[in-house]
């Protein structure tokens, strides 16, 4: 065997070397995980129009639609469609009423300034809360 032909772990023989212009890996690096996620997030987020009850049609985020869909189906008497919607509801709402007690708090220390400051204040606190 010539010496300028090295065989051994790294230096596999020339033959079964990569030809020219030929990947090892045709396809490329598989997406992960956490790509596919930020997909669906942005499907999910598009707005979609739906049709209410009575026949109006109103614009939802994606992800509104899809919950609308899957209440509407447990409403229907799908069973797991219910559950799943029921189970949904119970994991989001602290959250929701945690933002909802921040933005009365946010509302309060505005109105305390307010007063400080010897501006009116009458009906802000029965104003109903912004649904952002």
């Not at 033959?15 to 690096?29: H, I, L, V």
């Not at 707005?47 to 009850?53: D, Y």
């Amino acid at each position: 065997m010539p010496d300028d032909h090295d065989i051994g772990y790294g230096k596999p023989p020339e033959a079964n070397r990569w030809q020219k212009g030929q990947s090892g890996n045709p396809k490329g690096r598989p997406k992960s995980r956490a790509d596919h996620l930020q997909d669906a997030a942005a499907i999910l987020s598009e707005p979609v129009n739906a049709r209410t009850p009575d026949g109006r049609s109103v614009s939802l985020a994606g992800l509104e639609a899809a919950y609308l869909a899957l209440c509407r189906k447990g409403l229907k008497g799908e069973v797991p469609a219910l559950i799943k919607a029921i189970t949904i509801m119970l994991e989001v709402q602290p959250a929701f009423e945690a933002k909802a007690a921040a933005k009365r708090e946010q509302r309060e220390r505005l109105i305390a300034q307010l007063e400080k400051l010897g501006l009116p204040t009458e009906g802000l606190r029965n104003r109903p809360l912004d649904d952002d």
